[in-house]
């Protein structure tokens, strides 16, 4: 592959208009607005006047047509990262792409996560700035750097580290057999999803739960906090309950849950509704929820009674792949990347953390 | 003005073959339908002028939108199924990673999930603390949005004026958790470590001298002329709307809607506080960007209250008796928590583990409702699912439908009044 890094600074040294270019460079490192993530917000501070990066020349501008530096802030996603490179090839030679965050460098926090790039493999990187977030200084740090690069013609490391002895340390020479720690997590290999019950001081709440046995005696209704009410019916009687709900006076979902129990080779499907015009019932949120069978998970859907259940229906159905009868937008995928399939589901393994320091792949 | 008429031009135009690769989530036929009518289908990013990434598929008459379709999940990040891999202590800094200038109202809502399932009592200085810093970064947060909607509005001033006054609240966590903006400072019982006088004080001055700038800010941006002229009866919702769409937070009470989490479910010291709810009638763009305006000076009365509480309080016993495990205090003395986690942590954290059942909490965080289940198996360490539903999810399709029959002018200035921050909507 074409170092396309070094092709660039050796763009702006050659020639008998050398100087010129490289002192225009330097001094208008201009970067397009691609916020990619939460570092974001130190880039933001790091532009404003706290910091006032405009100072060195550098200035956060709309378009990738007019610019010629890419600020990857944090994490790209793999829905991100065609944007990215896109967004990369269509600006101007010679450009330059700084990434922030630890995010950006081995994925940080979410290194294991089922929709993550790593954007170096997409875009090629000049520096790194690490951190989570780094401050807007570590921003600053690193266009400077880059402007050295530009004006020296060649790059260098603002950090040594120091090498170390692995064998050394992991006493790996002596041919030891080395013993991992346990890793802390427990997870219950046949795990009991039960909800149950629970007497609360709560008078309006047992009032409500009375009406409601009433109301729809084909499903238990039990309260199981203050302000929580759970109602468990099944998938025939889903949408009845929803309208009685809906008639009480309960106007908008909060939230669409799916619990995948693999082992009993179920869904359960909840949905939390709550009010926003019945003073008394603001604070309550009531829960219904129907188990549904794993392997034709079909549940009708709500839009039709409160249309806020739309984007949270489809979003299940991108993670779970549990289909809603009757939300017109069911098949395609809205969420997440086309390539990643029903990732929540529990037998979707992530990569699981290593406990042994190992030389770097 | 005479009355216009329409003519519809049959112009040969195929939508370009990418379109099918990009499996965007329209209907079927809809770039077909637009181009054969009177439409165009614009595109709008993922890479835009402004902050955050998300794409808007716009179908637009004249320049008059009819429709807007999302296509969100570009920082979309999984938080939902990483947290089933993680310890209970460690999903902490992974939950406000959504939205980190609003991390202490994120975790707050997380901890408290796991403080209800437990039955914990957070100790009175804990819960002052907890309020404080939720409201500083509440302040925090309608600042950046307030800049941003600026950047959409191309006023550079509007955006450096609350960033500079953000940087105190930056300061203020820092001192207070280390950090300049994840803080992670709330833990299950109380909070990482106490504050001290001096730290008040700073606190104390910090926020009147926001109070004193944030009126500077008022003249120069949101009572400016371009401001209100760019927003005013703009993208305006009706109540009736508001709730069908299932709108939160200060957006919903843009729209005449008195519900705040803060008020209907009080949490930690919210109920022994005064402040108001603030609410609007006219639910338009610049009702939404007033509301939180006038929400900052609440806050700030709110931080000030829980400052001079925090100063009449004793120091220390900030994280609970109740997870500390200490043996029952002796007879006549109340029992008293840890004055730190230092050293602690592991002991009181590491092996958290929550009784069978599921758990969901309410938060008023910046931008709205913010609502976490966890559901626990009763024997593993991790939760067996949590359900995050963040603001900025729940208000996307009110944010939607308030486009129809806006000008395409407009669109920017829409999304800066929502406030709309893809990585919290996302996850
Ligand atoms: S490095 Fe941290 S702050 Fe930056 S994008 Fe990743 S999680 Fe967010």
């Known amino acids: 592959m074409k170092d396309v890094n070094a092709e660039n600074i050796e763009f702006l040294g050659s020639g008998a208009l050398a100087p010129v270019k490289k002192w225009g460079a330097k001094w208008s490192l201009w970067a397009v607005h691609l916020v990619t993530s939460c570092c974001g917000v130190e880039l933001a501070h790091a532009y404003a006047s706290g910091y006032d990066a405009e100072r060195w ?15 990857v802030e944090g994490t790209i996603t793999k829905k991100m990262a065609r944007a990215l490179r896109i967004t990369w090839e269509q600006m101007p030679d010679p450009k330059f792409v700084i990434l922030i965050g630890a995010c950006g460098i081995e994925g940080g926090l979410f290194w294991n996560s089922y929709h993550i790039t790593r954007p170096w493999k997409i875009v090629p990187v000049d520096y790194f700035v690490p951190g989570c977030p780094p401050t807007p200084e570590g921003l600053i740090s690193a266009v400077r750097a880059l402007q050295k690069k530009i004006e020296r013609g060649e790059a260098r490391t603002t950090v040594d580290f120091k090498e170390a002895d692995l064998a050394k340390i992991l006493g790996t020479e002596a041919g030891k057999e080395r013993k991992p720690p346990k890793p802390p997590l427990k997870i219950a290999e046949k795990p009991e999803i039960k909800i149950e019950p629970k007497e609360v001081d709560w008078e309006f709440g047992n009032q409500l739960v009375d009406k409601l046995r009433g109301k729809i005696p084909y499903a238990e209704v039990f309260t199981t906090n203050v302000n929580r009410i759970y109602i468990k019916t099944n998938a025939k009687f889903y949408k009845k309950v929803a309208k009685a709900l809906e008639s009480e006076g309960f106007d908008h979902v909060k939230s669409i849950n799916v619990i995948d129990v693999l082992h009993e080779n179920k869904f359960i499907v909840e949905c939390s509704v709550s009010s926003y015009s019945v003073k008394e019932l603001m604070p309550v949120i009531v829960t219904f929820a129907a188990e549904i069978d794993r392997n034709n998970p079909r549940i009708p859907s709500l839009t039709d009674i409160w249309l806020s259940a739309d984007y949270q229906e489809r979003e299940m159905h991108d993670f779970f792949g549990v289909w809603f009868e009757g939300n017109p937008n069911m098949g395609q995928k809205f969420l997440i990347a086309p390539e990643v399939e029903t990732p929540l589901r529990k037998d979707f393994k992530l990569e699981e953390p290593s406990y042994v320091l190992e030389e770097s792949k | 003005m005479s009355e216009m008429k329409e003519y519809s031009l049959p112009v040969p135009v195929k939508p370009p073959a990418e379109i099918e690769s990009l499996e965007l989530p329209v209907p079927p036929g809809l770039d077909e339908k637009a181009t054969k009518g009177d439409e165009i289908v614009l595109f709008v990013g993922p890479q835009h002028g402004g902050s955050g990434h998300m794409r808007l598929i716009v179908r637009v008459h004249g320049d008059v939108i009819r429709e807007v379709i999302p296509d969100p999940g570009f920082v979309h990040r999984g938080v939902e199924k990483l947290a089933e891999n993680k310890l209970y202590i460690q999903n902490i800094p992974l939950v406000e990673r959504p939205a980190i200038m609003d991390c202490v109202n994120f975790s707050l809502g997380y901890v ?68 300049r903006i994840t803080a992670s400072y709330v833990v299950p019982g109380g909070v990482r470590r106490d504050v001290d006088n001096s730290t008040l004080n700073y ?6 001298y926001i109070q004193r ?12 002329p371009v401001t209100i002229a760019r927003l005013k009866d703009v993208a305006a919702l009706s109540k009736k709307e508001a709730i069908k769409y299932g709108i939160v937070g200060p957006f919903l009470r843009a729209c005449g809607v008195e519900y705040d989490v803060r008020a209907v479910e009080p949490y930690d010291a919210y109920d022994e506080l005064t402040w108001d709810v603030i609410v609007a009638d006219e639910g338009d763009s610049y009702s939404r960007f007033l509301v939180r305006v ?23 016993n900030i994280v609970s008796a109740d997870i500390a495990g200490k043996k029952k205090a002796k007879e006549g003395e109340e029992k008293r928590g840890l004055d730190t986690v230092k050293g602690a942590f592991f002991r009181l954290f590491g092996r958290l583990t929550l009784p069978a059942g599921e758990y969901t909490t309410l938060t008023e965080a910046a931008r709205g409702t913010l609502l976490y289940t966890i559901v626990s198996d009763g024997k593993s360490n991790a939760p067996y699912r949590l359900r995050v539903v963040t603001p900025g999810w729940c208000y996307l399709k009110g944010f939607m439908e308030s486009l129809k029959g806006c000008r395409v002018a407009d669109l920017q200035a829409v999304y800066g009044s929502f406030g709309y921050f893809p990585p919290e909507a996302d996850r």
């Open chain 2, 213 to 224: 700038k944030a009126k500077d800010f008022e003249r120069i941006f949101v009572r400016n």
């Open chain 2, 112 to 179: 408290r999930a796991i403080e209800q399932a437990m039955d914990i009592e957070v100790p009175e200085r804990a819960k002052y603390i907890r309020t404080m810093l939720a409201e500083i970064c509440r302040i925090g947060t309608h600042f950046y949005d307030a800049g941003i909607l600026s950047v959409f509005l191309g006023h550079t001033t509007g955006f450096m004026w609350p960033f500079a006054l953000r940087e105190l609240a930056c300061e203020v966590l820092m001192r207070v958790a280390g950090a």
């Open chain 2, 294 to 316: 006038n929400e900052i000076q609440q806050s700030i009365s709110i931080i000030k209250q829980c400052v001079k509480a925090l100063k009449d309080m004793p120091q220390g």
């Open chain 2, 203 to 208: 606190i104390y001055e910090a926020t009147t």
């Open chain 1, 57 to 71: 020349g550098t200035l956060n501008f709309g378009m990738m047509r007019q610019t010629n530096l890419i600020i």
